[in-house]
Nanobody, 123 residues
Framework: QVQLVESGGGLVQAGGSLRLSCAAS????????MGWFRQTPGTEREFVAA????????NYADSVKGRFTISRDNAKNLVYLQMDSLKPEDTAVYYC????????????????WGQGTQVTVSS
């Protein structure tokens, strides 16, 4: 089992920044690919970013490329999502995901999910 707890969400004005954190506990964190997804009411969960277990490779949704940065600290069992130049359309609940397979994270079929943290961007 892997437990994931997100933090760092909140209310920010458009153009501002937030950094989300996801703390993992349980199995060996460094064996897991990690990802961030987001969801708004009435829509499907949307891929945001992913990072491989070693941290060497990352992927981003086109909508956040150049504005968001995913990173991880395997020594601290943490994964981050730095969000800059935020837009009102970034408003959503953001979820952390973990899976041994990067392909599962990228496809939204991760084995483990956090409970989510709300990000609200005001115009």
């Amino acid at each position: 089992q892997v437990q994931l707890v997100e933090s760092g969400g909140g209310l920010v004005q458009a153009g501002g920044s937030l950094r989300l954190s996801c703390a993992a506990s349980g199995r060996t964190f460094s064996n897991y690919a990690m990802g961030w997804f987001r969801q708004t009411p009435g829509t499907e969960r949307e891929f945001v970013a992913a990072i491989r277990s070693s941290g060497g490779n990352t992927n981003y949704a086109d909508s956040v490329k150049g504005r968001f940065t995913i990173s991880r600290d395997n020594a601290k069992n943490l994964v981050y999502l730095q969000m800059d130049s935020l837009k009102p359309e970034d408003t959503a609940v953001y979820y952390c995901a973990a899976d041994p397979l990067a392909s599962s994270v990228l496809s939204g079929r991760s084995r483990y999910w956090g409970q989510g943290t709300q990000v609200t961007v005001s115009s």
